[in-house]
């Protein structure tokens, strides 16, 4: 039984006072929840002061990227290490914003994870199709090769420690979701890949996050589905009430 994860990617929003007034209302709200696993993804400048909020609670954190080398003259770059030292456990890798904006590649992908790993930080590795590969028919092939590259050289064991984020482009910030059918069509051939290239055990133990317009009204309709086993939660994840309501809803 794989346990939901319900993940908040703050994107490049909220600064030092709203993330800690953000923060503090969820550790309030959601502190009775044990059946879903909880993380924040701010932004890297207020990372540090958001562990101290929610240090020893339920909720955990993440970054949302990182460089593969550990240290050295890459400037603006952050590190696993720095993300570990700032008190992440996670990091979202290949986001399609990374993707589109700044050059993101499978293979820049696949440093990030094993970089991640080499620290012990859970990767959540987000895949997806923009709108014109959807309608030409091509969405399990672009998954296909967007898994294939993120992932090669990584052995079973190394799978199991991360988290897959199928995110359709097309559906991300633009209020169109996909309907649960469409996303676990999606989530059922990924796990059918991961059962095909790794093994069964493995393709049951990763868990496959939904992500596109995420809202409090249609988690649970997608949390019914088979496959899907939690959500990467963009704008939704902005205001407390709505991100509360996701994981209560889930
Ligand atoms: P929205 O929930 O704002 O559509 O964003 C989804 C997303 O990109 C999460 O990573």
């Not at 995420?214 to 649970?220: A, E, L, W």
Request: proline residues 2%.
């Amino acid at each position: 039984m794989r346990k939901p994860i319900i993940a908040g990617n703050w994107k490049m929003n909220l600064t030092t006072k709203d993330a800690v007034e953000l923060v503090t209302a969820l550790k309030r709200d959601l502190a009775d929840v044990t059946t879903v696993d909880i993380i924040v993804c701010p932004v890297f400048t207020v990372l540090d002061t958001v562990n101290d909020v929610i240090m020893d609670t339920n909720i955990g954190l993440g970054g949302q990227n990182l460089y593969w080398e550990n240290s050295g003259a890459f400037t603006g770059e952050i590190s696993a290490s720095m993300l570990k030292d700032v008190g992440a456990e996670y990091v979202i890798i290949g986001h399609s914003e990374r993707r589109q904006f700044f050059g993101e590649t499978n293979e820049t992908v696949n440093k990030k994870i094993k970089a991640a790993q080499a620290q012990g930080l859970t990767a959540i590795v987000c895949v997806g199709e923009v709108l014109e590969e959807r309608e030409s028919g091509k969405t399990q092939s672009v998954v296909q090769t967007q898994c294939e590259g993120s992932f090669a050289g990584l052995s079973a064991d190394e799978m199991k420690q991360l988290i897959i984020a199928y995110e359709p482009v097309w559906a991300i910030g633009t209020g169109k979701t996909a309907t649960p059918q469409q996303a676990q069509e999606v989530h059922a051939f990924i796990r059918a890949w991961l059962k095909q290239q790794f093994s069964d055990d493995v393709a049951q133990t990763v868990r496959i996050q939904y992500g596109g317009s995420v809202k409090p009204g249609n988690i649970k309709e997608l949390m019914t589905q088979e496959d899907i086993d939690g959500a990467l939660v963009g704008g939704a994840s902005l205001k407390s009430a709505s991100f509360v309501d996701i994981i209560k809803n889930c």
